[in-house]
């Protein structure tokens, strides 16, 4: 088990350091931002699958993290000075207003069932939709405004280097935090909370420090999100960033970290072709239906996902060879 | 005065319309504590195929006819292929029905279309009453009637016959009521599917009230359902719709006089009520 490890991590530098050098080897600019923005959904999706995949809790208002870190750091950059000092401060300041904020929503809605804070979510980041569009002053609403991004990422190859190292900090830190002995907890509250209670550990301070972890990350990944469009308008709050986290999460894989990154991946690459293919065939401008029902039937037949099912299929495989016995089957949803 | 006046006719108006798409959902969530983030889509399905029975027919009353029969087959086929699978895993249920909303809400794009839809008032609920100075508009009139008809009706319904002795007893403990051999399953499709054609319904009567229809509707109307679910108990039928007419009320009245709070007041009420009081403010009564 441990060499088998050792050749997963072998193949992701590998791959990390293909990613690396493609700019420089490929010229084309289509898929240096197609690559960018698939770094950008992973992390978020990463950030939701810490609630939904470890934790066991279904949020539907993941946006407003990701909307918040989006303006911060476009509301700094356009009204003080687009410089990377100013990046930088603006992503740190929007991961802090996302932490305070998931901390307080935590702390209030988190003792309810799951979907009582489900509703209670979705009810909040709606709330945080209204604000946008009516702070008009700030943000312009839902036309949005402009900015200039930092001369450091004129070029599209370093903010594509940047996203990407972004990408794999925080894979590293996720790791390391849901194989920690806390992150241990939080699968153990998903699995029995009743259980894990009178273990003496209290479910709420953990869910609760889960929350902050998430929304801290999906600031970040906002944060990103803004600076690659140079643009920032509502809809980076509404709930359809909150769906493609899900949609991503659970077709890449519920409760694993590689997953959302594969499901980010696999989306944003079929949305680019769909729409590619919508000139053609009208009916592939609603690309939303094939993932509704795709996700729909992942729910349903394979709530492990793309990763889970694979991962699943090599460790039957090896048990066979190995004549042991299986490992007992986990469901994560 | 008339301002007072219109402003309280067209909250109740409003709070009609929520409790329509309300009682459905509490009444599920309640039966089988299944909670549908589909019931949005159902509603948005009700307005946009009412117009169209009604364009097609030239009678408002077929349309309604259509949209509650497209509520009810819709709210059959969401039971069989998406609640019944995941039947007993919450978050399961919480992630597939959000996903079927998906899956609604673009089909309505992929069947009439992207742009929004103009609903005429038929001709014989359009212009108002008059009485001295006050105005009042026939519409809204007619759809606080509808409101409160079904109200009545389904409130006939629980109380004194058996099928609503039998929803009721499965409200308060499911396990004892299929102990006592009835089918409960039967009995969540039958709620599941008034419920889906009481969305429908809510759907097309909204539909000449704003004039326009669009496929966003039904997430919207939806998060104002969830709040009336909230505040109203789940499972709490005559709850729904206190909680829906002061929703609607709130609305009605923040819209004019605090109008950046109007969507903000409800959603603050549902997160006291949630915190405070989550069992709700009218629960069902043992």
Redesign the interface.
Known sequence: MKRKFQLNHYLLVVIVLALVIFPFVSDSRTWTILLTQIFIFSILAMSYDILLGYTGIVSFGHAMFFGMGAYTTAVMLKRIEPTMGMFILSIGVGMLLAGLISFFIGLLTLRLKSHFFAMLTLAVSGLFLVLAEKWRTLTQGNDGFTFKAPEFFKDRVMFYLVALACLVLVYLFLRRFVNSPFGRVLVAVRENEQRTRSLGFNPLHYKVIASVVAGVIASLAGSLYAVSLRFVNTSVLTMDITLDALLMTIIGGVGTLIGPIVGAGVIELAQHYLSGLAKEYPIFERWIIFFGIVYILAVVFFPRGIVGTVREQIWKRKTKKDGSKPVPKKEVL | MELLINLTINGLATGMLIFLLASGLTLIFGLMSV?N?AHGGLFAWGAYSGVWFYSLTGSFFLGILGAILTGAILGFITEKL?IT??YG????????T???M??LT??L??VWG?NQIAAKVPPYLAGSYEFGDVLIIKYRLFIIFVGFLIFGIFQYMLQKTKIGLVVRAGVMNKEMVQALGINIKRVFLYVFMTGAALAALGGVLFAPYSGVIYAEMG?EFA?LA??VV?IGGMGSFSGSLSAAILVGLAGSYMAYYVP?LS??VN?ML??IV??FR?QGLFTAKG
């Open positions: 909670l983030f998406i699978p995941v895993n919450h978050v399961q249920q919480i992630l597939i959000l996903g079927f998906l899956v673009e089909m794009k992929v992207p997430f998060i969830f709040i909230v950046a969507l903000a959603m549902m997160a949630l915190i989550p």
